[in-house]
């Protein structure tokens, strides 16, 4: 059984108490920009910040459309808060294998909204939605080891701390380290985890 065999059309927007979480346009582009160019955003992202032709690029590749069936698709959603105009993160959600049904869950926020919880209330849509309506088998976030934010995200899903990968990269600073965190389907389902 594939995720392209048994998923379900997802359903968009999605709502959480204070999040819409929907499809981006190529409108978003200052609110993508305002986040994606700055050096802090990109800290652990191994890759430098993103221009705004690379913004506006990527923007153009979102909308062109929103197959989810290969591995290597991503689903890209634009988190906003409910009821007021702009973008204030975005959450990704990658195929790793359709096979296997393994996804990959990002997510890249604006600082200037950091510290309210709507990465984890966004991301915990997010993953519902990828075992809900995506036939998700195993859930998994990869991240720097030393992006703690990031990692109390995973936490406060329930993601258990699977791997800790000693030196696997090599940035500007030096080696660092990966930890991986990931959840099965019947782990959050048992967790009773909702929106
Ligand atoms: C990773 C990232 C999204 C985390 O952002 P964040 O603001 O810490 O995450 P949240 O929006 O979930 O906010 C959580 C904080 O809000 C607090 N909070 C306040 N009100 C809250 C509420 N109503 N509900 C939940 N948490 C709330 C939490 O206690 C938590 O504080 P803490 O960090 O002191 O534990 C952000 O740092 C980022 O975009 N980094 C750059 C991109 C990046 O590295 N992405 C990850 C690649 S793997």
Redesign the pocket.
């Known amino acids: 059984m594939t995720a392209r065999s048994q998923h379900r059309p997802v359903p968009m927007p999605v709502t959480t108490e204070r999040l819409v979480l929907r499809l981006f346009t190529p409108d978003d582009l200052d609110d993508v920009y305002a986040y994606q160019s700055l050096d802090?955003?990109a800290?652990?992202?191994l890759r430098p910040p993103l221009t705004r032709d690379e913004c506006a690029r990527s923007l153009a590749q979102r909308a062109a459309g929103t197959e989810w069936t290969e591995d290597g698709d991503a689903l890209v959603l634009a988190v906003c808060r409910a009821g007021t105009p702009g973008v204030v993160?975005e959450l990704v959600l990658k195929l790793a294998s359709a096979r296997g049904r393994q996804a990959e869950i990002?997510?890249?926020?604006n600082?200037s909204?950091?510290?309210?919880?709507?990465?984890?209330?966004a991301a915990r849509a997010t993953a519902s939605l990828a075992f809900t309506h995506l036939n998700v088998h195993r859930l998994f976030?990869?991240?720097?080891a030393r992006?703690t934010?990031?990692a109390?995200?995973c936490e406060?899903l329930g993601m258990r701390h699977e791997a800790h990968l000693i030196e696997n990269d090599l940035d500007d600073e030096g080696w660092s380290d990966e930890y991986v965190y990931a959840t099965l389907a019947r782990e959050w389902k048992e967790r009773g985890s909702t929106t």
């Open positions: 802090e955003v800290r652990y992202l993160g990002g997510w890249i926020f600082p909204y950091a510290g309210h919880g709507y990465a984890t209330e976030a990869r991240l720097d992006n934010a990031s109390r995200i406060r």
